[in-house]
């Protein structure tokens, strides 16, 4: 069998790994940030209707710049954000990684350079160098949050062609104050992409970079389905910027990359936005039941804006996160020194979560 390193692979993708969390068969599965309640059940009625009548026609290629599923995307935003936002200045793809590819390709690749405040979303590194994009990793204070000053002076030294700012950032869950995003912005010639995969599920008062981008052409904001909308399976991601970005990211598009399948599906999903997003409330709740009871087990956690909790600290997070395991509870070991992170799913899984977090405590005095 031939091994990968016989194989004319470039240069900077040798010795790397694939991106994957663990996908292993255990009970309580808290580590992927899913949206643990099911469709409802008229969604799924819809969703059936829908799905017979576009495969009428999958004969024919799908619409190959999705029109109807980007007004009905920028309906959705400006209904939820306050802010107009126009159905030109809308993209889709499957799924944000999709989408976050496609403004590589168009902004960055060879000569040029991505760079993104770490610990972050591990997908950025990884799709610049599947782009052929330089990446910089930018830094954060010992608390997570990004100095807004030192992040200028960072952006104004390496010039790069792409700025990633995830917010709420992935894997600590604290947005990002929409006044670091401006002075990043304006430290750059290129463009800043927000990653806003888990917004709605923000703390109250919370505001979305969507209302920065008038005025502001070089600022790209991207979403997703997968998460508060509970449809990881569809991978649906979408993006709000210029229109002419979307004319950019119109150039190194694959013809009819969305299925009509995933389109008619998308359209059904934001016809019952209401009902799906009927969930976010209850996993909030259980976030913050989470960050209330860990003080009480000698732990801690970073302030979440998102779907989950990033908590510590331990003396050896890699043996809590396997004695986890064996309490059939999959939780997060995303690489930090000391922090594991857990999904917010459903009250029974919480309360799975925390009596067996306090037994492994208790068994191996880890915090």
Known sequence: MTSLDELPLRPELRGRM???APQLQVKHRLNTNENPHPLPPELLADLGEALGH???????????????????LAAYLTRTSGEPVEPAQ????????????????AFGGAGRTAMGFTPSYSMHPIISAGTGTAWVDGHRREDFTIDAAQAAAE?????????????????????????TITTVYDATDGVVVV?????????????????????????????????????AGLRLGYLAADPAVVDALQLVRLPYHLSSLTQAAARTALAHTDALLATVDAVKAERDRIVAT????????????????????????????????????????VGLPGWLRVTAGTTEETDVFLTALGEVVREQGAA
């Open 18 to 20: 694939p991106y994957g």
């Open 54 to 72: 576009a495969a009428l026609e999958l004969n024919r290629y799908p619409d190959r710049d999705a029109l109807a599923l980007r007004r009905d």
């Open 90 to 105: 809308v993209w889709a793809a499957n799924g944000s990684n999709e989408v976050l590819q496609q403004v590589l390709q």
């Open 155 to 179: 952006v104004r030294e390496v010039r790069p062609d792409v700025v990633f700012v995830t917010s709420p950032n992935n894997p600590t869950g604290t947005a990002v104050a929409l006044e």
């Open 195 to 231: 990653d806003e995969a888990y917004t709605e599920f923000a703390r109250t008062g919370t505001r979305s970079a969507l209302t920065l981008l008038p005025g502001r052409p070089r600022l790209l904001v991207s979403r997703t389905m997968s998460k508060a909308f509970g449809m």
């Open 294 to 333: 860990l003080p009480g087990l000698g732990l801690t956690s970073v302030p979440s804006d998102a779907n989950f909790v990033l908590f510590g600290h331990f003396a050896d997070a890699p043996a809590v996160w396997k004695a986890l395991l064996a309490h059939d509870v999959l939780v997060r070991d």
